[in-house]
T-cell receptor, first 116, second 116 residues
Framework: DAMVIQNPRYQVTQFGKPVTLSCSQT?????MYWYQQKSSQAPKLLFH?????FNNEADTPDNFQSRRPNTSFCFLDIRSPGLGDAAMYLCATSRGSRWGQGDTQYFGPGTRLTVL | AQSVAQPEDQVNVAEGNPLTVKCTYSVSGNPYLFWYVQYPNRGLQFLLK??????LVKGSYGFEAEFNKSQTSFHLKKPSALVSDSALYFCAVRRAVMNRDDKIIFGKGTRLHILP
């Protein structure tokens, strides 16, 4: 089945130790998103890629970076995790046809990050 | 600026009774509207969306939603609730304009409890 896969599902890191979260998709979608979600709050968009074009949200801290080496994969790098970065990180994709305003976003299961 | 409001943090419904989860939105121009459901420690699952056409939209798991332009609402409904419907529900809106930089805006979520 076509899907969005996130690895690992649970990640524990130490304060200040870099961590990378992975997302892959078999949907062949043009757009990939990274969201941060805390304590059952609304997901907060960090950034997204439209093909290779990177779009950063204005309030996303510099501590968060992303890479998309090919259509299928996208990575979230947290350079120096702080206690406040503990959250669920959600990857999503959408088709991105034309401007794609009505496109559905399909979410992966998420990675829960714990910072010790 | 676009926004979406879910006025109820929590909704309790007895199993077998009809349920409604409320959503109102504010957007310039026409909206695209979405409902997602999130189960514990999982990503968001798409339920349904309104793009254009019939104001009554039917989606997954027996859910439906009615777009009401005059009241700027998109309430989620189900005729007969199941205990398995207990989850966190998010309404989302996006402007229907030719701008791929526009993003989807999520409400803060409504926790639905179905009581056996």
């Amino acid at each position: 089945d076509a899907m969005v896969i996130q690895n690992p599902r649970y990640q524990v890191t130490q304060f200040g130790k870099p961590v990378t979260l992975s997302c892959s998709q078999t949907l062949n979608h043009n757009v990939m998103y990274w969201y941060q979600q805390k304590s059952s709050q609304a997901p907060k968009l960090l950034f997204h890629y439209y093909d290779k074009d990177f779009n950063n949200e204005a309030d996303t801290p510099d501590n968060f970076q992303s890479r998309r080496p090919n259509t299928s994969f996208c990575f979230l790098d947290i350079r120096s995790p702080g206690l406040g970065d503990a959250a669920m990180y959600l990857c999503a994709t959408s088709r991105g046809s034309r401007w794609g305003q009505g496109d559905t976003q399909y979410f992966g299961p998420g990675t829960r990050l714990t910072v010790l | 600026a676009q926004s979406v409001a879910q006025p109820e943090d929590q909704v309790n419904v007895a199993e077998g009774n009809p349920l409604t989860v409320k959503c109102t939105y504010s957007v310039s121009g026409n909206p695209y509207l979405f409902w997602y459901v999130q189960y514990p420690n999982r990503g968001l699952q798409f339920l349904l969306k309104y793009i254009t056409g019939d104001n009554l939209v039917k989606g997954s798991y027996g859910f439906e939603a009615e777009f009401n332009k005059s009241q700027t609402s998109f309430h989620l409904k189900k005729p007969s609730a199941l205990v398995s419907d207990s989850a966190l529900y998010f309404c989302a809106v996006r402007r229907a304009v030719m701008n791929r930089d526009d993003k989807i805006i999520f409400g803060k979520g409504t926790r639905l409890h179905i009581l056996p």
